[in-house]
Antibody, heavy 118, light 111 residues
Framework: EVQLVESGGGVVRPGGSLRLSCAAS????????MSWVRQVPGRGLEWVSG????????RYADSVKGRFTISRDNARNSVYLQMNSLRAEDTALYHC???????????WGQGTQVTVSS | QSVLTQPPSVSGAPGQRVAISCTGS?????????VHWYQQLPGTAPKLLIY???YRPSGVPDRFSGSKSGTSASLAITGLQAEDEADYYC???????????FGIGTKVTVL
């Protein structure tokens, strides 16, 4: 079964850092691009960051550029999101998703909650 | 404010047909990028419902159909069932933003 499981979320103060992890199983991670998408109730879904299958190319939403870093370890079947200088508006449920070459996301993980609050 | 515009809610009686619109711009749908649709049931992760404008993944009932024309797209549900009550999101790529964009989501209520 193809599965993505996120971890690493929590409560952090503004300006703090967190590192999210996404563990992939049931497929060869190195064959796919991967993305992080966040969700805030009432505000829908927001694509945050993406990384190519080999890690050579990364992309970021303007809202997180310069603060977040996506990375991957295909040998460990994992994708990561390092989040620095966190702000209240980064509070969300963060999903990991497998990115098809033609633009859709399938499957998605259940997500890990990040709350930025003083 | 989302880049793709969807109605916040639609509703219909069991057995009826409902449609959800998704309106973009010349940097996403109008630029030729495909639109994809996701269904999110309460408490679960989004699930791919339609990809490449019109294609259904294996296991998705043929009650769900998608279309796209210019800067607009639409998801139709025919023969609405109680289990279709969920949030639905459209998604595409955007050339000016350099990544993927989503609609704010449409809540479908079965009356």
């Amino acid at each position: 079964e193809v599965q993505l499981v996120e971890s690493g979320g929590g409560v952090v103060r503004p300006g703090g850092s967190l590192r999210l992890s996404c563990a992939a199983s049931g497929f060869t991670l190195g064959d796919y691009d991967m993305s992080w998408v966040r969700q805030v109730p009432g505000r829908g879904l927001e694509w945050v960051s993406g990384i190519y299958w080999n890690g050579d190319t990364t992309r970021y939403a303007d809202s997180v550029k310069g603060r977040f870093t996506i990375s991957r370890d295909n040998a460990r079947n994992s994708v990561y999101l390092q989040m620095n200088s966190l702000r209240a508006e980064d509070t969300a449920l963060y999903h990991c998703a497998r990115d098809s070459l033609l633009g859709w996301f399938d499957p998605w993980g259940q997500g890990t909650q990040v709350t930025v609050s003083s | 404010q989302s880049v793709l515009t969807q109605p916040p809610s639609v509703s219909g009686a069991p057995g009826q047909r409902v449609a959800i619109s998704c309106t973009g711009s010349n940097s996403n749908l109008g630029a030729g990028y495909d639109v994809h649709w996701y269904q999110q049931l309460p408490g679960t992760a989004p699930k791919l419902l339609i990809y490449g404008n019109t294609y259904r993944p294996s296991g998705v009932p043929d009650r769900f159909s998608g279309s796209k024309s210019g800067t607009s797209a639409s998801l139709a549900i025919t023969g609405l069932q109680a289990e279709d009550e969920a949030d639905y999101y459209c998604q595409s790529r955007d050339s000016s933003l350099g990544g993927s964009v989503f609609g704010i989501g449409t809540k479908v209520t079965v009356l």
